[in-house]
């Protein structure tokens, strides 16, 4: 599976942005999928995830009620709409893929494939 993530780019605190991540290759297989960010000097960290069956979403407590995560399976896209954004949204964000039944889906570990991330910038 192939993860291709794009939609990053330089913003205002209180502006928009609307991250798209498209899987390619054997992306039938694909069990959930999940958005991570990592700024800089610091670990990469869990932002929201998906079930590609069931549709379940997660999110970490600090982006709730601003970003949305959705998935369109006829398309193999996965979307982060990040609304109200904070200077401590800064980060590059990449896209996971699993295609494992289970597993902490919190945990980069949780994951078997990777996007190449896409850098988000908001300003103050």
């Known amino acids: 599976v192939q993860l291709q993530a794009s939609g990053g780019g330089l913003v205002q605190t209180g502006g928009s942005l609307r991250l798209s991540c498209v899987a390619s290759?054997?992306?039938?297989?694909?069990?959930?999928m999940g958005w991570f960010r990592q700024a800089p000097g610091k670990e990469r960290e869990f932002v929201s995830s998906i079930s590609w069956t069931g549709g379940n979403t997660a999110y970490a407590d600090s982006v709730k009620g601003r970003f949305t995560i959705s998935g369109d399976n006829a398309k193999n896209t996965v979307y982060l709409e990040m609304n109200t954004l904070k200077p401590e949204d800064t980060a590059v964000y990449y896209c996971?893929?699993?295609?494992?039944?289970?597993?902490?889906?919190?945990?980069?570990?949780?994951?078997?494939?990777w996007g190449q991330g896409t850098e988000v910038t908001v300003s103050s």
């Open positions: 996971a893929a699993t295609w494992r039944r289970s597993g902490s889906r919190m945990n980069p570990s949780g994951y078997d494939f």
């Open positions: 290759g054997r992306a039938f297989f694909i069990y959930d």
